[in-house]
């Protein structure tokens, strides 16, 4: 879409923002770290079909890491017990099966490092000079890491993270809740305010929480999914809104 095409941004009252795949590239090495312990948990117990990474946008990205799992698991009609956070990695429950998945997605973290997509801190910078407000809205417990590997924690008085939203027990996307939530933490009406997703499950919770805009960022999940969701628009990257 051209950019004179698109609505303005700062135009709202506040824009908020889901972090992995929106303004970090994390989404790529959640996927991987979420393959990696899924492939050999699947040939561990035997179950089929194996995982693929459809199975990634369709059970897991957007959503809170205990509920990815458990979502995952119930589409091959498995159901183990829940557990606690404080499970270990060795532990065959919901939490300990999540945790696994976390040592993986920390230790690339740590070796690699990451960094904001370039079009994203461009929209970031346009709108900080316009005054508008910005939250981030993302079911990570490692949001909080990821944006201050980004260098760009500064840039949020708001942070609405899965640790926020696990401590409160706020319902994962796509219910509106986390979305709500941040909109509520800022002090502004989601009906004047922008989401920006790039998950089926996180355009579906801005939409049912009633966001005035909700754009969608097709970073692989596919356009017409995220339109069916409830994107109001969709974009390839965030570039596409500054002027």
Known sequence: MAPDALPDLS????????LDG???????VHMHAWQ???EELFATWEI???YTERDYFDYLDGKKRYDGVASLL?????????GDPSDPVTADTVCGIGNRKNVVFERVLRAEGIAPYPGSLRLLDALAETGTAVAVVSSSKNA??????????DRFTVVMDGVIAERDHLASKPAPDVFVEAARMLQVDPARSAAVEDAISGVQSAAVGGFGLVVGVDRGVGEQHLVDAGAHVVVKDLEEFVR
Do not use: H
């Open 11 to 18: 135009s709202y009252d506040a824009v908020l923002f889901d």
């Open 22 to 28: 929106v303004l970090t590239p994390t989404a790529e």
């Open 36 to 38: 990696s312990m899924f």
């Open 48 to 50: 089929t079909p194996p």
């Open 74 to 82: 119930r589409s091959r009609d498995i159901e183990v017990p829940w």
């Open 144 to 153: 909080e890491e990821v944006l201050a590997a980004a260098g760009i924690r």
